[in-house]
Nanobody
Framework: QVQLVESGGGLVQAGGSLRLSCAASGRTFRMNAMGWFRQAPGKERESVAAISRSGDRPFYSDSVKGRFTISRDNAKNTVYQQMDSLKPEDTAVYYC??????????????????WGQGTQVTVSS
């Protein structure tokens, strides 16, 4: 099994930045793609970004492209999401996800094997 624990959420003003972290523990050697999803109140969960184990071919949703950057440190079994130029519409609970075999695009279009508990991000106007 793999456990994912997110951190780094909080309250920030529009235009500000936050960095989310997701630390994996357990059988982490079995993980390929890792990424982030989010869910705003009253809305469905949506994909945000994903990255392969090698770090190439990252995926970004159109809504965050150019503002968010996903990265990964395999030695620390941690994936990061740097969020810049935040907007009020970025307010959501952000969830970390991981999959044993999927590519980044496969992670965001399929059903990830593992999920974190989520961290709240609130952007005030």
């Amino acid at each position: 099994q793999v456990q994912l624990v997110e951190s780094g959420g909080g309250l920030v003003q529009a235009g500000g930045s936050l960095r989310l972290s997701c630390a994996a523990s357990g059988r982490t050697f079995r993980m390929n793609a890792m990424g982030w999803f989010r869910q705003a109140p009253g809305k469905e969960r949506e994909s945000v970004a994903a990255i392969s184990r090698s770090g190439d071919r990252p995926f970004y949703s159109d809504s965050v492209k150019g503002r968010f950057t996903i990265s990964r440190d395999n030695a620390k079994n941690t994936v990061y999401q740097q969020m810049d130029s935040l907007k009020p519409e970025d307010t959501a609970v952000y969830y970390c996800a991981a999959d044993q075999t999927a590519s980044p695009r496969g992670l965001v279009t399929g059903r990830p094997d593992y999920w974190g508990q989520g961290t709240q991000v609130t952007v005030s106007s």
